[in-house]
């Protein structure tokens, strides 16, 4: 377990969705400040905007992702986007090769068709695997910043 994945850990169980979980774990690596970076990956939640689509967690790391090793290079693209997908192997294979879908992940067929986030009981922490998802996220992203460091500002 990684600093960073503990912050993430703990932001989640303070009422934070998976995005603005990871992000806000990473907010000094990213020149933000807590509260810059939690209402800045607050739509990506509950698979953007509860939609259940991509996996907030892994969104949070796309955005930490982008933030630190994006360009503004148009033909940077693609450099970008295989980091993005080797991120979102790493991720599969470390969930248990399962998905980087909210709904999957959650063991949904489908999304429940409503924007009201689940009020954070004792029971939604034992059923979720959202916890531990974005511990993992922010573990993995640690991991890709300790391998690929970033240049000192000058």
Not at 87 to 97: D, H, I, S, V
Not at 102 to 107: A, D, T
């Amino acid at each position: 377990m990684s600093v960073h994945g503990e912050k993430a850990y703990q932001a989640f169980l303070k009422g934070y969705n998976c995005a603005q979980s990871v992000v806000v774990a990473f907010a000094s690596e990213m020149g933000l400040t807590e509260d810059q970076a939690l209402r800045m990956s607050a739509g990506f939640g509950g698979g953007m905007g509860r939609l259940r689509e991509v996996c907030g967690a892994f969104s949070g790391m796309v955005f930490v992702l982008g933030a630190l090793y994006g360009s503004t290079d148009p033909a940077q693209k693609t450099a970008l986007y295989t980091e993005v997908q080797a991120l979102a192997a790493q991720y599969r294979q470390e969930n248990g090769g399962n998905s980087i879908v909210c709904r999957e992940l959650l063991g949904l067929k489908q999304a429940e068709g409503s924007p009201v986030a689940s009020p954070r009981t004792p029971e939604y922490y034992k059923k979720r695997p959202c916890p531990q998802l974005v511990r993992l996220a922010a573990d993995l992203m640690e991991q890709y910043i300790d391998a690929h460091p970033l240049p000192d500002p000058a």
